[in-house]
């Protein structure tokens, strides 16, 4: 007779928030949801602060789960903002705490520039509000949709953006995010690999998706997130194409920040093509 062994099946997810930035669950809930989903390996990568990675660490260890320390930093490409994801990264490396002191210091800055366009259109409370959501953690504009969705302003999350918080709208605020190639180098510097996080979002032509992942790589940039959540066959096709023509390794992350949404949740992401290298071969 055959004997047929469990198959131990790995399932990565190198992508999701905590209460560090805009997620709804502590780091230490996060990981154990992750262990729940069936996640073997898990990366924390919050907006802009490494905070919560020495709990989800922690916690990952006692409970058997290989933990890859991460951030997600906002970058300016050419005036778009661009989330790079750091994985495998070093959080004492000097040169990325001074960033991520000044970038709370700009977001700070920022989200009271917000409250007061909000102001102008006879919002009140959301400064407030904002910064006893976020509590220590960095200030997103996750935090000002709930605030007004909370206050009833807007039905959605979505609505939020699409009627105030969204580039171009009426509580909108420019922020000059640190450069591509800096935040490249930083995660670079802390030992990290770099990572365009969910590419597709940012709704570049195909002549400027080129030209960034031309510069990204010369920049020392590693991998782009081929898998993410709610993407179709078409997209994955196009996302693991741009991978094989630039040589870059393949991410796959859910963005989980909440549990809001049954279709976005941790691990419960498709497959990376077998025909891309996996940036965790790259991490190990
Ligand atoms: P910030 O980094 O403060 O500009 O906030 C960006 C965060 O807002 C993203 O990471 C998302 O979590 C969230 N976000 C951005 N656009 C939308 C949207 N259209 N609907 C819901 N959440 C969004
Ligand atoms: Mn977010
Ligand atoms: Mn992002
Ligand atoms: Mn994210």
């Known amino acids: ?53 020495a709990v989800a660490k922690k916690t990952a260890e006692s409970i058997g789960i290989n933990f890859i320390p991460g951030i997600e930093l906002s970058s300016n490409w050419q005036k778009n903002c661009l989330h790079i994801v750091g994985l495998g990264i070093d959080p004492t490396y000097q040169p990325l ?10 977001r700070y800055e920022r989200c009271e520039k917000i409250a007061e366009k909000l102001e102008k259109k006879r919002i009140f409370g959301a400064l407030e509000s904002v910064k006893a959501a976020a509590g220590d953690g960095m200030i997103t504009r996750t935090h000002f949709a709930d605030f007004l969705l909370s206050q009833k ?6 609505e939020a953006f699409d009627r105030y918080l969204g580039q171009g709208k009426s509580a909108f605020v ?7 190639e800096a935040v490249v180098k930083w995660i670079t510097g802390a030992g990290g690999m770099a990572v365009i996080a969910h590419p597709l979002r940012y709704k570049l032509s195909a002549k400027y998706i080129k030209r960034l992942l031309n510069e990204f790589k010369s920049f020392g940039g590693h991998g782009i997130e081929v898998i993410t959540s709610r993407i179709n066959q078409d997209e994955i096709r196009l996302v693991a194409k741009y991978a094989k023509d630039f040589e870059l390794a393949g991410s796959v992350g859910s963005d989980f920040h909440n549990d809001s949404n049954p279709y976005v949740e941790l691990g419960r992401i498709a497959q990376l093509p077998l025909t891309i290298t996996p940036i965790w071969e790259l991490l190990s």
Do not use: K
Request: aromatic share 4%.
């Open 97 to 106: 705490v001074e960033i991520t002191d000044h970038l709370q210091t700009l």
């Open 1 to 53: 007779m055959m004997n047929i062994q469990p198959v131990m099946t790995e399932v990565y997810d190198l992508h999701c928030h905590s209460t560090a930035s805009d997620g709804a669950f502590t780091p230490e809930n996060l990981v154990l949801r992750a262990q729940q989903q069936g996640v073997t390996t898990l990366a924390l990568t919050d907006h802009d602060t490494v905070a919560g990675l």
């Open 174 to 180: 420019p922020t000059i995010w640190p450069e591509l």
């Open 153 to 158: 302003h807007v039905d959605t999350q979505q």
